[in-house]
C-alpha cells in the first residue's frame, strides 16, 4: 500500500475537520461534487481548495482519508499542534520535540506513518498501549 505525502495545511485542514466532526465520507463527497457547504459550516473561514484539489486524484484521496498520511516535512510546532488536533492527548514540550504521549497500537501506526524523515519516534510498552516520544533530527 501506498503512503501518499501531504503537506503540513493538508494535514492541518484535514484533522481540523475530523476534530469538528467532518468524517472521511463527507470530505470526499466534497471533493467530489465541488460542494463546501458542509466544510464552511464546519469551519467557516476554511480555505479548502488544496484540500479539494487532493480528490484530483480521487483513489489517492481516499487512501489519505482512510488508511493515512505521511507530511512532507514538519515543523517543531506543526508536530505539537498536529498532535493536539489528530490525537488530543497531553504531552510533554522539549526543546527539540516531545514525550509522554499515550497512545494506542493504532495511534502509534498513525504517528509513524506521518512523521516526515526529520523526525525519530521511539515508543515504549505501557499498560494500555505506549508512551512515544519524537525527537528532531538535524
Known amino acids: 500500500m501506498t503512503t501518499y505525502k501531504i503537506t503540513m495545511m493538508d494535514a492541518y485542514a484535514i484533522e481540523s475537520l475530523r476534530e469538528k466532526g467532518i468524517t472521511n465520507e463527507i470530505l470526499l463527497d466534497a471533493s467530489a461534487s465541488g460542494d463546501t457547504t458542509r466544510l464552511l459550516d464546519a469551519d ?3 480555505n479548502f481548495d488544496a484540500l479539494l484539489k487532493l480528490g484530483d486524484d480521487w483513489d489517492a484521496l481516499k487512501s489519505i482519508l482512510n488508511d493515512g498520511y ?3 516535512f514538519v515543523t517543531y510546532n506543526g508536530l505539537r499542534n498536529l498532535l493536539r488536533m489528530k490525537f488530543r492527548k497531553p504531552f510533554i514540550d522539549l ?3 516531545i514525550e509522554g504521549l499515550h497512545l494506542s497500537v493504532e495511534e502509534l501506526i498513525q504517528l509513524k ?3 516526515s524523515s526529520n523526525w525519530v ?3 515504549e510498552e505501557a499498560n ?3 508512551v512515544a516520544s519524537v525527537t528532531y533530527i538535524e
Open 121 to 123: 519516534l521511539k515508543a
Open 95 to 97: 526543546d527539540n520535540g
Open 70 to 72: 505521511q507530511i512532507k
Open 113 to 115: 506513518k506521518l512523521l
Open 128 to 130: 494500555d498501549g505506549y
Open 44 to 46: 467557516p473561514e476554511g
